[in-house]
């Protein structure tokens, strides 16, 4: 299936360690194979693979995921975009509403009239499904059967070889019985040809239906498109239908319809019952065909979190016992961005007893005095607390508007912090040695 082939494409992308054209290009070639094993239009996944490219060349390295992940991430909001963004609502505006479902033979008209029917009806609507496929009597048969199994009236003629006359008679029909949607199930070929195409547009022509929806097959492959195309231009259809999305269809009409047409898949035919139905989702049809939400969920939060990397450095500084002014200073800075200051010292080991006694109500101001007092010192004394003697710390109270009192309380503090990540360093490193948690 497609999310095999993807899956296989992006265990080469999970372990990229750079982004360059020439490596995205050569895991992008594997993307581009799976969708065209998928059926998908050529062209069209020869645009989406230059759009994820640009992207993926383009974007923000997030440094604590791997950038085959982002790319997969870029993949997937572009799979979304493809199928349509969005759910496409039906337009049921006219009064009556009318929708008109066309496609080839065995696509699921039938079917997916009497689906949308039952569906309509537990939205509030009063719909009434009318045979206007004149051609194959069962075909009024299978409706009228599929009526009554809902319990929604079915408009036929038997014998009527005139569709316009079935729709005339049809809207008398909807008035009489106070039914506002009319769903017309219509005839199919095998394959397209011009007479039925005639047929369909006099149809059009006459019932102005607010919706025509293609029933498409979506194991219908690369005749998809041409299909699409040219129901699309003889018809000016509104949006698809993709039936049989429960079988194994790989997935390329889906994602060639609304690139082809410009016009949105709005609903799926998911089972031969008559609830498997639903509107399309094209978020839920990307996750399916990646069958991947954590990675997209994963670099969604990575994106937003602190740099991993740096983080890894500051801990491994903790532990050594190297954790100085100067890394403080850089942490608070970074984690400002991130949420109070309270909440954040708070994280690091140590850190409560650090904010003891400051009136936490007053966190941000007492946050610049540190950093005041910080950026006071020279680099060669956040770097080695140690040689703060008296006169510099005269000098560094003076330079911040402190006192020296305040100053060495914030040292005294700091030293206490320090102190306590060399205890857990040392402690993680017993633990590691156990066999513990690494
Ligand atoms: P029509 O010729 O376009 O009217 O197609 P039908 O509605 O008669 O459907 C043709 C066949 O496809 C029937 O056997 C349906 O039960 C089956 N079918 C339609 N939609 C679905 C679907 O979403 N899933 C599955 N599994 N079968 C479907
Ligand atoms: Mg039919």
């Known amino acids: 299936t497609i999310s095999n082939k993807l899956q296989n494409a992006f265990k080469n992308l999970r372990g990229l360690g750079k982004i360059s054209e020439s490596n995205v290009s050569d895991s992008l070639r594997e993307v581009r194979l799976a969708l065209l094993e998928a059926d998908v239009n050529f062209k069209v996944a020869r645009d989406f693979i230059e759009r994820v490219k640009t992207k993926s060349l383009g974007q923000e390295v997030i440094e604590s995921v791997h950038p085959g992940q982002q790319i997969i991430k870029i993949i997937h909001d572009e799979l979304v975009e493809l199928l349509g963004s969005t759910n496409a609502g039906l337009n049921l505006s006219g009064n009556p509403a009318s929708i008109m479902m066309v496609g080839l033979h065995g696509s699921g008209k039938t079917t997916s009239s009497a689906k949308l029917a039952?569906?309509?009806?537990?939205?509030?609507?009063?719909?009434v499904l009318v045979a206007a496929d004149v051609y194959r009597p069962a075909a009024m048969d299978q409706l009228e059967t599929l009526g009554k199994q809902l319990g929604i009236p079915v408009f036929l003629k038997k014998g009527e070889t005139d569709v316009l006359a079935i729709a005339r008679e049809a809207f008398d029909f909807a008035r009489a019985n106070n039914r506002n949607t009319l769903i017309f199930d219509t005839a199919g070929r095998l394959q397209i040809d011009e007479?039925?195409?005639?047929e369909l547009v006099r149809l059009r022509d006459l019932v102005k239906p607010q919706e025509i929806l293609l029933v498409l097959d979506a194991a219908t492959g690369q005749e998809a498109v041409n299909v699409a195309t040219h129901f699309d231009q003889a018809l000016n259809i509104t949006g698809s239908i993709l039936t049989k999305l429960d079988g194994d269809a790989r997935g390329g009409a889906a994602l060639s319809m609304k690139a082809v047409t410009g016009k949105p898949i709005k609903l799926a035919?998911?089972?031969?019952?008559?609830?498997?139905f639903e509107p399309f989702h094209p978020e839920r049809m990307a996750s399916r065909i990646l069958g991947m939400g954590d990675v997209v969920s994963l670099v969604e939060r990575a994106a937003e979190a602190v740099d991993e990397e740096e983080a890894k450095r500051l801990e491994e500084k903790m532990r050594k016992g190297e954790f100085n002014l100067e890394d403080f200073l850089d942490q608070l800075r970074q984690m400002k961005k991130l949420g109070s200051l309270e909440s954040i010292v708070g994280l690091l080991p140590g850190g409560s007893d650090?904010?003891?006694?400051?009136?936490?109500?007053?966190?941000?101001?007492?946050?610049k005095r540190m950093e005041g007092m910080i950026c006071a010192m020279t680099f060669k004394e956040r770097r080695q607390p140690v040689i703060l003697n008296a006169s510099r710390r005269i000098r560094i109270a003076k330079g911040s508007g402190v006192t020296v009192t305040e100053l060495?309380?914030?040292l005294n503090r700091f030293n206490q912090m320090q102190q306590m990540m060399k205890k857990m360093g040392k402690l993680q490193k017993m633990m590691m040695k156990k066999g513990g948690m690494p």
């Open 408 to 410: 060495n309380n914030m």
């Open 269 to 276: 035919g998911t089972g031969e019952k008559l609830e498997d």
């Open 195 to 198: 007479p039925l195409v005639q």
């Open 354 to 367: 650090m904010l003891k006694g400051a009136d936490l109500n007053k966190s941000e101001k007492e946050f």
């Open 118 to 127: 039952k569906l309509l009806t537990k939205q509030g609507r009063q719909p």
